[in-house]
């Protein structure tokens, strides 16, 4: 069945059809995109079935597609019950029956071209009675009729000579009765065949079925082993805090950007068609609406108020973190789409290796042991990436906030030196500041020093008490421990000592039963075989007993006294026709003869008949001429009495 899918995908995807599909893609269709898949392939193979299915109703889609089936000769496997189930699965898309007929059709596509093309040529028209009370389309209905009834009496006539010329043969009947045996066996044989498939194709959607089974399994097992109340709580939190993120911030935004796109376009189209003229006057507002805002930018910057400084500030930090935001979340969301995408790769991997060598990459303890490793290592990785990722916001807001107070600092220098210079004591701000910054720092040095020595003290001591409390609250845990140590070291011997004796147990039994089994299968084998030599020897001597009592009939016809029996007899027979065709033989030499010596006369005859034709058409030609002179006179004649008349 497997093969049977790679193919049917692989033509699909090829010209002119170019579906671009997947083994998964394929097999996850629905049963109405399975019949429009069925229903392009058919019309690729005849124009006149290019039609959607929905639009058309179930009945006239089944019909259709039965009808066409049957002029390209499709045989369905089984009886009349597989018949109706045939037509059932075909109305109601079911795979195990449209994958056989897409595998079919698609193999023989040029060929089933041709058969679709001459098929309206061959089948019989069903003409309406009305029609036919016409003579042309009577006659015409007729012919066609009568040729047909010919081209059969042909085939039947063929056959019998056919027949004839094999009835001639030795062991005529018992070569038709083997050719009537292997056609029935092949046509067993065919039906097995499609059984076989059937059931592999079962088995293949059980597999599939166990697969998917099984990571639901593994997956719930996982979420089993983490699942602790915090991770959990804290799990879907997070979901919640995504979602109504997306649901209440950037959905909303993107339908209000998208209702003002639509908004701006419908009033576009709503308004007449713009010349030059319009544009130049739109871009010559638009030029003066940027000069207006630019001036009042410059005007802003010029005021340099403190207060919008610092909302500034905050505005563009929280626009920033918004930014950051949507940025976030476009790529959580590109990740869960990237993890959807690589879980369906990883499941197709599977799929495929399992395919190759019908084993797994990874079982038992050595998978769990590597999903363990995984799991450290990615709970090690996001804890660096969350760190990572704080910490680089953390450094963009403070690169930020450091750039525009540098710019505020410059400009305060700016004013305070020029306020300096005005007053004539230029570098007074910059002596008091140093001044002010060392008295700072030796404040700030003498606090350190008396809070460091307070705070150390004070922690030795909570450090001090902390560890007595957990000594007298951990002894009792720690003689605990050490039995369930004792303990643990004596079961783990126990186990490894029946883990070896296990082992070696499962060893011995599995080598003897390798042993059975190529006995056994040697020993079906030599069955096999021993039944082929018998079904075969009793066949030949089913021929033979045959062919004794054949020539026994014959001997005994052949000796007995009874005319009527010699006559029954095969030489008898032989020779009756044998004398039969030696007279036709003479009757058709006699003929022949008579043929040969009337040929000169004949066709001497057959010359004087030609020349009498001709001259008899020379005569007549000479008798219009003739007529035509006659009749040319008279009216001259009479053209002259008239004028003397005159």
């Keep these: 069945m497997s093969d049977q899918i790679k193919f049917i ?33 058919l019309a690729e193979i ?49 795979k195990p029956v449209i994958y056989p007929v897409l595998h079919w059709l698609l193999q023989r596509t040029n060929e089933l071209k041709k058969r ?7 089948i019989k028209l069903e003409v309406p009675s009305e029609f036919l009370q016409d003579e042309t389309v009577a006659d015409t209905n007729k ?20 027949k004839k010329r094999v009835e001639t043969a030795q062991n005529y009947q018992w070569m038709l009765k083997i050719a009537r045996q292997l056609r029935v066996e092949k046509e067993r044989e065919e039906y097995l065949a499609q059984q076989k498939q059937e059931q592999k194709n079962q088995l293949f959607y059980a597999v599939q079925r166990l697969q998917r089974v099984q990571n639901q399994l593994k997956s719930m097992r996982q979420a089993a082993a983490d699942a602790k109340p915090e991770s959990l709580m804290k799990r ?12 209440t911030e950037k959905f909303p935004k993107e339908l209000e950007n998208k209702k003002k796109e639509l908004h701006f376009l419908q009033k576009v189209v709503s308004e007449p068609a713009m010349g030059h003229s319009d544009l130049h006057e739109l871009e010559s507002k638009i030029n003066e609406i940027n000069t207006e805002i630019n001036q009042l930018i410059e005007k802003k910057m010029m005021r340099n108020e403190p207060i919008e400084g610092k909302l500034s500030l905050y505005r563009q930090q929280a626009s920033i973190i918004s930014r950051k935001k949507e940025a976030k979340a476009e790529e959580l969301q590109e990740a869960k789409e990237k993890l959807a995408s690589l879980e369906r790769e990883a499941s197709l991997k599977r799929n495929q290796t399992r395919e190759f060598d019908g084993t797994e990459v990874l079982k038992g303890d050595e998978f769990k042991r590597y999903v363990s490793k995984l799991r450290s290592k990615s709970t090690v990785f996001k804890k660096k990436h969350q760190i990572i990722a704080e910490l680089k916001a953390e450094f963009g807001l403070l690169q930020r906030t450091e750039e525009l107070l540098k710019q505020r600092h410059e400009n305060i220098q700016q004013q305070l030196q020029t306020m300096e210079e005005k007053k004539g004591i230029s570098g007074y701000s910059y002596t008091q500041e140093e001044l002010e910054r060392v008295s700072a720092l030796k404040s700030e040095v003498d606090e350190m020093k008396g809070r460091t020595l307070d705070d150390m003290s004070e922690m030795v001591k909570k450090l001090n008490s902390l560890v007595s409390e957990k000594k007298s609250a951990l002894a009792s845990v720690i003689k605990e421990l050490r039995q ?42 030599e069955c096999l075989q021993e039944e082929s030599r018998y079904h075969y020897t009793n066949c030949m001597i089913k021929n033979l007993e045959v062919q004794l009592r054949r020539a026994t009939d014959e001997m005994k016809a052949y000796i007995s006294s009874d005319q009527q029996e010699k006559r029954k007899a095969i030489r008898e027979q ?53 007529q035509s002179q006659t009749s040319i006179g008279q009216v001259i004649q009479e053209g002259g009495e008239d004028r003397l008349i005159l």
Excluded at 10 to 23: G, V
Excluded at 148 to 161: A, N, P, Y
Excluded at 496 to 502: A, G, L, R, W
């Design 116 to 122: 679709a093309y001459l098929a309206r040529f061959l």
């Design 236 to 247: 879907l939190e997070e979901e919640i805090k995504f979602n109504l993120y997306m649901v």
């Design 46 to 94: 005849d124009p006149k079935q290019l039609v959607d299915l929905r639009e058309e109703m179930p009945e006239q889609t089944a019909k259709r597609m039965l009808s066409l089936l049957g002029i390209l000769k499709y045989k369905p496997s089984g009886n009349a019950t597989d018949m109706s189930t045939f037509r059932q699965g075909l109305v109601i898309g079911s």
């Design 574 to 626: 032989y020779t009756k026709n044998i004398a039969e065709q030696e007279n036709l033989g003479k009757k058709l030499r006699e003929k022949q003869k008579v043929v040969r010596e009337s040929h000169g006369p004949n066709m001497k005859q057959a010359k004087m008949w030609r020349d009498l034709q001709q001259l008899m058409e020379c005569k007549k030609q000479c008798f219009l001429k003739q």
């Design 143 to 162: 012919q066609d009729i009568s040729a047909m009834e010919e081209e059969k009496d042909q085939l039947i006539k063929r056959v019998e000579h056919l």
């Design 9 to 41: 995908v692989d033509s699909l995807n090829k010209e002119p059809f170019r579906k671009n599909y997947n083994l998964i893609t394929f097999d996850s269709l629905e049963p109405m995109q399975l019949l429009q898949v069925l229903s392009d392939v």
């Design 484 to 525: 369930l140590r004792q303990k643990c070291q004596e079961l783990t011997q126990e186990c490894d000592e029946k883990k070896s004796q296990y082992d070696s147990c499962a060893a011995g039994l599995e080598s003897n039963r390798s042993k059975l089994e190529q006995e056994v299968r040697r020993l079906r084998e």
